[in-house]
């Protein structure tokens, strides 16, 4: 079972990796949100230093994970980046606003 969970990081730090030489240099106004294009092979999990890796790349000034069953306030913040996961606190998307 150890090499399963092996062969399962391996993927996820390729994907991760992968996706950061995708992403084109984006110039916005700084403390904005700007949407960051990072493809993932298989959905990462969210922890403190992708979702800060995430905040720092879009140029975002706020972070708000969005976890299913909770309610969230649905206003518009050009400043924040918002990061929805699943139950199993794995991405599922991400986007400004």
Do not use: W
Request: glycine share 6%; charged share 25%.
């Amino acid at each position: 079972m150890s090499s399963l969970n092996t062969l399962k990081r391996l993927l996820l730090t390729t994907s991760v990796l992968l996706g950061f030489c995708s992403m084109p240099a984006m110039a916005e106004e700084d403390g904005k949100c700007k949407t960051v294009a990072i493809n993932f092979l298989v959905a990462p999990e969210a922890t403190p230093a992708l979702l800060e890796m995430l905040r720092r790349e879009s140029g975002a000034t706020e972070l708000r994970v969005e976890r299913p069953g909770i309610g969230y306030t649905r206003e518009h913040n050009a400043d924040r980046l918002r990061v929805v996961v699943d139950e199993n606190n794995l991405m599922q998307s991400y986007m400004c606003g």
